[in-house]
């Protein structure tokens, strides 16, 4: 073959990307690229948007499930830690602290005491106001605690029918006999080099005394 009449070579087709297309097409082309590609993202991610944390809707139920479980102190369930009389009650529901309480209430029950004069001094000797457990508001009390706090029980305090106002004239010598308690009465007439101290001692503790 005469080598000057060889063919002409081919020119290697040019990749679709690299046509010199018009502005208007290469910006419809790249915006139809791009909504291919956030819808298929957007179809593959769906499905887990729903099971996500703020995604909507929590995970269907198993069986029988009626939902989560009361936190401990949430309102059903005794936070861990809590103490009511040296018990705790850890863990315990709302049905077990209510009968253990309701079986503990008849025993710490007090009866009021009334007021009544002293036969042999003609005074007046006061009334004692008698105590129940309010079973529901210790109960509410212990649920709603945080963790770790010991509860107080809380009473219903009920009051005599016949009190020391009824004795207006009597005079009064002595507390009533089944109350715990005791006055002080303090003389000062021999001095009062340790009066200081003594008033620290008894305003440390909340005590009130009377001095002569």
Not at 102 to 123: E, F, K, M, N, S
Not at 137 to 143: I, R
Not at 198 to 212: K, N, S, Y
Request: charged share 20%.
């Amino acid at each position: 073959m005469n080598p000057s009449h060889r063919p002409p070579r081919r020119r290697p087709a040019t990749p679709f990307l690299t046509l010199n297309l018009r502005p208007a097409v290469r910006a419809a082309a790249l915006a139809l690229a791009a909504v291919l590609v956030l819808g298929t993202a957007a179809a593959l991610l769906a499905p887990l948007s729903t099971w996500l944390p703020g995604g909507g809707r929590h995970p269907p139920p198993d069986d029988g499930d009626r939902g989560p479980a009361s936190p401990p102190g949430g309102g059903d369930r005794v936070a861990p830690g809590v103490r009511l009389w040296d018990h705790d009650l850890s863990g315990w529901t709302r049905a077990q602290v209510a009968e253990w309480l309701t079986a503990l209430a008849p025993g710490l029950r007090r009866d009021p005491v009334p007021a009544r004069i002293d036969p042999v001094t003609r005074g007046v000797i006061p009334e004692l106001a008698g105590a129940r457990l309010d079973v529901a508001a210790t109960l509410e009390a212990v649920l709603a605690a945080p963790a770790g706090t010991a509860v107080e029980p809380r009473f219903d305090w009920i009051e005599p029918e016949v009190t020391m106002a009824d004795f207006p004239l009597a005079p009064v010598y002595q507390g009533n006999p089944q109350r715990r308690q005791v006055t002080l009465m303090i003389n000062v007439a021999w001095g009062n080099e340790e009066l200081a101290q003594m008033l620290d001692i008894l305003d440390a503790e909340g005590v009130r005394t009377t001095f002569f």
